[in-house]
């Protein structure tokens, strides 16, 4: 399957802003987008004093962009999560962003064992998670309220998963929509998301406005 494998911190480079895509390092001083705050490219040093006004298209692609990249999604594989989002009822916008956060390897990021969505999606292929007494390794799998997400029990004796619970308390808070036991590594989701518990800087009304032209 075809992923975008370059600089990481292009991509916050690119938007603008930070989507903390490396994890710990996005908190450090180590930061490219901190040392180099603006477009990547021969002329992005330029770009930034010379900014023009951006048409109602290049918002709403850039809105777009940033979504597919803090969730690690490809552009076939967002449009239909968009087009799933479109069928179900309420509001298309939010419907989108709860699909995504019912993805397994977010939902893994959303635990804290994992510093960044890249590193959870790595850690379900390898197989070290199951859901419901499955070996699940499917990083889009969603999960849907009752699932138990937990560390499948070889890899416990992993050196990675005996430490990381020294580092959860450096992770931001597990959200609400989630119940998590850190002694047992095992979660439960509680019920589905909704927009508050998304802590994103993301406007999904422009994704809609996108995809609706």
């Known amino acids: 399957m075809a992923r975008y494998t370059g600089p990481v911190c292009k991509l916050c480079r690119r938007e603008g802003e930070k989507l903390f895509l490396k994890g710990d390092r996005c908190f450090t001083p180590k930061c490219s987008f901190e040392r180099r705050p603006y ?106 309220p009752g699932d138990v997400i937990e560390v499948r029990e070889g890899s416990r004796k992993r050196a990675y998963f005996k430490e990381v619970r020294d580092y959860l308390h450096d992770r931001p808070p597990v959200p609400d929509w989630l119940r998590f036991d850190s002694n047992a590594l095992r979660a439960e989701v509680l019920r589905l998301p909704k927009r508050e518990d998304i802590d994103l800087p993301l406007n999904e009304q422009l994704i809609v406005e996108y995809y609706s032209r």
Do not use: C, M
């Open 39 to 144: 477009p990547p490219g021969q002329h992005g040093q330029e770009a930034q004093y010379h900014r023009t006004r951006a048409s109602d298209y290049a918002l709403q692609l850039r809105e777009k962009q940033k979504a597919r990249r803090i969730y690690g999604v490809l552009e076939r594989q967002f449009r239909r999560y968009f087009k799933e989002a479109l069928r179900r009822p309420g509001l298309t916008g939010e419907n989108l962003l709860v699909i995504l956060e019912r993805r397994l390897d977010n939902v893994v990021y959303r635990l804290g064992l994992a510093a960044s969505r890249a590193q959870a999606r790595q850690l379900v292929q390898h197989g070290h998670f199951v859901v419901n007494g499955r070996r699940t390794n499917i990083p889009s799998f969603l999960v849907r």
